[in-house]
């Protein structure tokens, strides 16, 4: 239960918000409940809603590859609502639930990740856990698999999806239980 | 009021107690958020609206993903303290690794200069 109610969404008439709780339902990352809640506040919600969706649906890298990462995100945000929440296309794509848990757990020695995606998934582990191991050198690297281009978008999706969730997990949305990481 | 905001907010006479409490709320979001619980959202209610509660998590949540995001970028503030614009290695020679804007606010680094 959240602190905040969400809007019932028969109660949602503003038209911005309803052609996003469409989309929300088509893509169920974030789900409809999210934008129930910030829809207390309209303006952000359509906000949240384009870099969201921009960051998350958009873009030159693989969907499902940032897919494992926002999960492997809340994992770290302890954020069991966004933990438990998947991306339907990710799915539709083939993505199972053994890769999401290869990739919140020893992904370094997983075969079945690329370098790249394992740059990827260690620049998600690290960013609010041990920044300062995020350096030139660390860019340098990501830099043989990424264009610069993508590294913020990589980057940018990592920022905006931790912050969020950790937001949420203060609303108690989804309950308080921690996350095993 | 910026140094006072960040560093001595709890004591100071320069805010409200709506405003103590956001700041407490950015505080504790970014460093302590197993402490905001539903007895902290009921303090925030009493003061803040629903929407403007939504408002300042979601810009704080913003801030906390994006500052730490930027500062693995290794850039520097465009502009001294005094205000001149300078290069990213010159301002990498004023505010060091570690930006001191980023930990310590105007007037502090003014009495820190003074005293140097």
Wanted: hydrophobic share 40%; charged share 25%.
């Amino acid at each position: 239960m959240s602190v905040v109610d969400p809007i019932p969404i028969e109660d949602i008439s503003h038209p911005k918000i309803k052609e996003i709780m469409a989309v929300a339902a088509e893509w169920n990352v974030p789900d409809q409940r999210f934008f129930q809640i910030l829809a207390h506040a309209p303006g952000y919600a359509q906000a949240v809603f384009d870099a969201m969706h921009l960051s998350f649906a958009e873009g030159n890298v693989d969907h499902k590859l940032k897919e494992i990462m926002r999960i492997q995100l809340a994992r770290q945000a302890q954020a069991p609502y966004f933990a438990s929440m998947r991306s339907k296309k990710a799915i539709e794509e083939g993505l199972t639930e053994d890769r999401i848990a290869a990739g919140y757990g020893d992904f370094e020695n997983e075969d079945q990740f690329s370098n790249a995606e394992k740059w990827a998934l260690r620049y998600t582990s690290l960013m609010y856990t041990e920044p300062k191991k995020v350096n030139g050198d660390f860019y340098a690297e990501g830099k043989k698999y990424y264009s610069e281009a993508e590294i913020m978008e990589l980057g940018s999706f990592i920022a905006l999806h931790y912050g969020v969730q950790v937001f949420f997990r203060t609303l108690g949305v989804g309950g308080r239980v921690k996350v095993k990481n | 009021m910026i140094d006072d905001g960040i560093d001595n907010y709890g004591a100071s006479d320069n805010f409200t107690e709506a405003e103590k409490l956001a700041l407490r709320y950015s505080e504790l979001m970014a460093e302590e958020p197993e402490k905001i619980d539903n007895a902290f959202y009921d303090e925030l209610k009493k003061v803040y609206s629903t929407e403007e509660i939504v408002e300042l998590g979601a810009f704080i949540g913003f801030n906390i993903g994006y500052h730490t995001f930027f500062g693995t970028l290794d850039f520097y503030p465009m502009f001294t303290p005094d205000g001149d614009l300078v290069s990213q290695e010159e301002s990498k020679r004023i505010y060091g690794d570690k930006p001191t804007s980023h930990i310590k606010g105007l007037t502090v680094r003014e009495a820190d200069q003074a005293a140097e």
